[in-house]
Each structure stands twice: as structure tokens, then as C-alpha cells.
């Protein structure tokens, strides 16, 4: 049974930075392509970034620059280093893992960007 589980989250100022982990258990981690989204209060979930399984990054134009999306092998673990935070990108920060037609998500983080 796979199991993802995020954590990192936190409460952090404008302008800092926190980093995100996300770790899968249950399977062979190299095979997934594994993705970060996330929901605000009041939002439909949207995506953020995206790692493919030979290390090609895609990002969401409002996280472009300021977020990086990373991935190690042989911790089984994907990590969302975030720099330059707004308040804009409070949220909970979920973790996609996928591969072939199925996927599997982690219940969050909650990451709060205070003014």
C-alpha cells in the first residue's frame, strides 16, 4: 500500500522561506512522478510544481522563481524549497505521487505566510 506524508509546514513571515518533504512509502519511489499542489481557504486545490522521474521541473507561473521543486531517490522523498514567501501562498500544500493511470496524495501541510 503506498502512503504519502507531507511535512514542513509552518507559520513564517513575508519574505522567508520554509521547506517542504514529502516521503512515499510502499513502493518503488524512482517510478513516480511526483507532484506538490495546494488549496487555500475558500480555493479549489490548484497545482504548483511537478518533478518527472528522470528530474525535469515544471511550475505554476505564481511560484516561477521564488519555488524549487527537488527529488531524492534514494530517501524515497520529494522536497518544495519555497523562498521569498507572500501571504498570497498560504495554503495547505498537498503531495501527488503518480504512475501510469494511478495516484496516490498525502492529507497536507498547513504553510501560513503572515503580512
Known amino acids: 500500500q503506498v502512503q504519502v506524508v507531507e511535512s514542513g509546514g509552518g507559520l513564517v513571515q513575508a519574505g522567508g522561506s520554509l521547506r517542504l518533504s514529502c516521503v512515499v512509502s510502499g513502493s518503488a519511489f524512482s517510478t513516480f512522478a511526483m507532484g506538490w499542489y495546494r488549496q487555500a481557504p475558500g480555493k479549489q486545490r490548484e497545482w504548483v510544481a511537478s518533478?518527472?522521474?528522470?528530474?525535469?521541473?515544471t511550475y505554476a507561473d505564481s511560484v516561477l522563481g521564488r519555488f524549487t521543486i527537488s527529488r531524492d531517490n534514494t530517501k524515497n522523498t520529494v522536497y518544495l524549497q519555497m523562498n521569498s514567501l507572500k501571504p498570497e501562498d498560504t495554503a495547505v500544500y498537498h503531495c501527488k505521487a503518480a504512475r501510469y493511470t494511478m495516484t496516490y496524495w498525502g492529507s497536507g501541510t498547513l504553510v501560513t505566510v503572515s503580512s
Open positions: 518533478i518527472s522521474t528522470y528530474g525535469g521541473t
